[in-house]
Nanobody, 124 residues
Framework: QVQLVESGGGLVQAGGSLRLSCAAS????????MAWFRQAPGKEREFVAS????????YYADSVKGRFTISRDNDKNTVDLQMNSLKREDTALYYC?????????????????WGQGTQVTVSS
């Protein structure tokens, strides 16, 4: 059973930073596309960032570009999301996702595996 487990969420003041981590249970993820999505109350799930594990190519939503950084750690088999200059509108449940296809990017429908999510709350 393939599993993704997120950690690192919490409560932070606006302007602060948090680092989310996604631990993958299977080393075959190093051929996947990994991504972070988020869902705020009453809103649809939205794409945040993605990375092609094998080559390190990254892609970001415009709303987080320049503030968030996605990266992977081959030794730990994790994908991290460093979030800086956090805003209240970043408050959401953040999900880690994995896609077998290297061509998937922003569409949640293209991702095959999902974590349970970790809550990020940004206060003013």
């Amino acid at each position: 059973q393939v599993q993704l487990v997120e950690s690192g969420g919490g409560l932070v003041q606006a302007g602060g930073s948090l680092r989310l981590s996604c631990a993958a249970s299977d080393r075959t993820f190093n051929s996947y596309t990994m991504a972070w999505f988020r869902q705020a109350p009453g809103k649809e799930r939205e794409f945040v960032a993605s990375i092609r594990w094998s080559v390190g190519t990254t892609y970001y939503a415009d709303s987080v570009k320049g503030r968030f950084t996605i990266s992977r750690d081959n030794d730990k088999n994790t994908v991290d999301l460093q979030m800086n200059s956090l805003k209240r509108e970043d408050t959401a449940l953040y999900y880690c996702a994995a896609a077998r296809s290297p061509f998937v990017r922003t569409s949640s429908a293209g991702y095959d595996y999902w974590g349970q999510g970790t809550q990020v709350t940004v206060s003013s």
